[in-house]
C-alpha cells in the first residue's frame, strides 16, 4: 500500500493494563496489502512538547472491517494523550512506513520474541504467518506478570511461552534464557522487537545457532522521512536511517551484530 496521510477515525481505545493501551483505527481509504513490522506516525494534538509525530508499530490489520491497531504504552506526554483518545475523535496519521518483516515459507518453522511494547508488531506478523501456512510460535517477555497482555489473542496464531523477569508467570529470566531459544528447537527464522539489549541477546544466539534473524528498531525519531539523521543505526553499508530504511534489519547488516 502506498504511504498516506490522512485522518482516522478512533473505533476503540482499549485499556489492556496500566500502562498499555489498544486503539483501533478506521480510515477513509481501503486498507491493502500492509506489511507487518510497518508502522505510522501519528500527529498529537494539543501538546506544546508533541508538534514531532509520534512511531508506532502496526498492531494488526483487519481488512474486513478496514480497520487496524496500534498498541501504546504510556511513557510522555504524546503517549498519555493518545492514551484518553475516546471513540469517534480523529487522529492525523502517516502509514504505512518502513520497510516490514520478510515473509517467511509455507511449511518453515518461526519463533516471533517480543520483549515489552516490542509485542506490538508480532499480532500481525504472526496472523499473516499462519495464514500462509508456517508454524508460529511465540515469545513473550516482560517484568512481571501484570505486564504481560494479549496473550490469549496470541495463542490464536500459535504456541505461546513466556518469560517474566521476576518469574510471576513463565520462565523466570529473560526470553533468552527459555528453553524455547535452545538449538533443540531447530527454527528457521527469528523475528524480534523490543529493547536493545534484548535484541542483541537474541541476535547473538541466533548467530549461535545459525538462525535468520531480523530485528525491528525502535530508534528515537524526530522527522520520520529520511532528513534529520537522528535514527541512524550503523550497518555493514554505512549508517542507515531506521526511518526509511528500516526499522527491520537482518541481524547480519547490523554494526553492532559484528
Ligand atoms: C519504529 C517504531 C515503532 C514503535 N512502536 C511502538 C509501539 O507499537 N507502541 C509503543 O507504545 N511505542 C512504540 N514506539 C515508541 C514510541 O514511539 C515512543 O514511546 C513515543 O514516541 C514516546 O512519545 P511520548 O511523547 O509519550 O514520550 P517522550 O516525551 O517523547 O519521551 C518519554 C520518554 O520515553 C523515551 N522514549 C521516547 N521514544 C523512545 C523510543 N523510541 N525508544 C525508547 N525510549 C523512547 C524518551 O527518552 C523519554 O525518556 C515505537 C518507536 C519506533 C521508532
Ligand atoms: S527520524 Fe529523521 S531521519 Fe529518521
Given at each position: 500500500m502506498?504511504?498516506?496521510?490522512?485522518?482516522?477515525?478512533?473505533?476503540?481505545?482499549t485499556?489492556?493494563n496500566?500502562?498499555?493501551?489498544?486503539?483501533e483505527?478506521?480510515?477513509?481509504?481501503?486498507?491493502?496489502?500492509?506489511q507487518?513490522?510497518?508502522?505510522?506516525?501519528?500527529?498529537?494534538?494539543?501538546?506544546?512538547t508533541?508538534?514531532?509525530?509520534?512511531?508506532?508499530?502496526?498492531?494488526?490489520?483487519?481488512?474486513?472491517?478496514?480497520?487496524?491497531?496500534?498498541?501504546?504504552?504510556?511513557?510522555?506526554?504524546?503517549?498519555?494523550?493518545?492514551?484518553?483518545?475516546?471513540?469517534?475523535?480523529?487522529?492525523?496519521?502517516?502509514?504505512?512506513?518502513?520497510?516490514?518483516?520478510?515473509?517467511?515459507?509455507?511449511?518453515?518453522?518461526?519463533?516471533?520474541?517480543?520483549?515489552?511494547?516490542?509485542?506490538?508488531?508480532?499480532?500481525?506478523?504472526?496472523?499473516?504467518?499462519?495464514?500462509?501456512?508456517?508454524?508460529?510460535?511465540?515469545?513473550?517477555?516482560?517484568?512481571?506478570?501484570?505486564?504481560?497482555?494479549?496473550?490469549?489473542?496470541?495463542?490464536?496464531?500459535?504456541?505461546?511461552?513466556?518469560?517474566?523477569?521476576d518469574?510471576?508467570l513463565?520462565?523466570?529470566g529473560?526470553?533468552?534464557?527459555?528453553?524455547?531459544?535452545?538449538s533443540?528447537?531447530k527454527?528457521?527464522?527469528?523475528?524480534?522487537?523490543?529493547?536493545?539489549?534484548?535484541?542483541?541477546?537474541?541476535?547473538?544466539?541466533?548467530?549461535?545457532?545459525?538462525?535468520?534473524?531480523?530485528?525491528?528498531?525502535?530508534?528515537?525519531?524526530?522527522?520520520?522521512?529520511?532528513?534529520?539523521?537522528?535514527?541512524?543505526?550503523?550497518?555493514?553499508?554505512?549508517?542507515?536511517?531506521?526511518?526509511?530504511?528500516?526499522?527491520?534489519?537482518?541481524?547480519?547488516?547490523?554494526?553492532?551484530?559484528?
Amino acid at each position: 500500500m502506498k504511504k498516506q496521510v490522512c485522518d482516522l477515525t478512533v473505533i476503540n481505545n482499549t485499556r489492556l493494563n496500566h500502562d498499555n493501551y489498544l486503539i483501533e483505527l478506521k480510515p477513509s481509504i481501503k486498507l491493502e496489502n500492509i506489511q507487518p513490522g510497518q508502522f505510522v506516525n501519528i500527529q498529537v494534538k494539543d501538546s506544546p512538547t508533541t508538534f514531532l509525530r509520534r512511531p508506532f508499530s502496526i498492531h494488526d490489520v483487519n481488512y474486513y472491517n478496514n480497520t487496524f491497531a496500534i498498541l501504546v504504552k504510556t511513557v510522555g506526554d504524546g503517549t498519555f494523550k493518545l492514551s484518553k483518545i475516546e471513540k469517534n475523535e480523529t487522529l492525523d496519521v502517516v502509514f504505512p512506513l518502513g520497510n516490514g518483516f520478510s515473509e517467511p515459507s509455507k511449511g518453515e518453522k518461526i519463533l516471533l520474541i517480543g520483549g515489552g511494547v516490542g509485542i506490538a508488531p508480532m499480532m500481525h506478523m504472526a496472523r499473516e504467518s499462519k495464514n500462509i501456512g508456517v508454524e508460529v510460535h511465540i515469545l513473550l517477555g516482560a517484568r512481571s506478570e501484570s505486564d504481560h497482555i494479549l496473550v490469549n489473542e496470541f495463542s490464536q496464531f500459535g504456541q505461546v511461552h513466556l518469560t517474566t523477569d521476576d518469574g510471576t508467570l513463565g520462565i523466570h529470566g529473560f526470553v533468552t534464557d527459555h528453553d524455547i531459544m535452545s538449538s533443540k528447537w531447530k527454527f528457521d527464522r527469528f523475528y524480534c522487537c523490543g529493547p536493545d539489549p534484548m535484541m542483541h541477546a537474541v541476535a547473538k544466539r541466533a548467530k549461535a545457532l545459525k538462525t535468520e534473524c531480523e530485528v525491528s528498531l525502535e530508534n528515537m525519531m524526530a522527522c520520520g522521512f529520511g532528513v534529520c539523521l537522528c535514527c541512524v543505526t550503523k550497518t555493514n553499508e554505512g549508517n542507515k536511517c531506521v526511518c526509511t530504511e528500516g526499522p527491520v534489519f537482518n541481524i547480519n547488516d547490523l554494526e553492532w551484530q559484528i
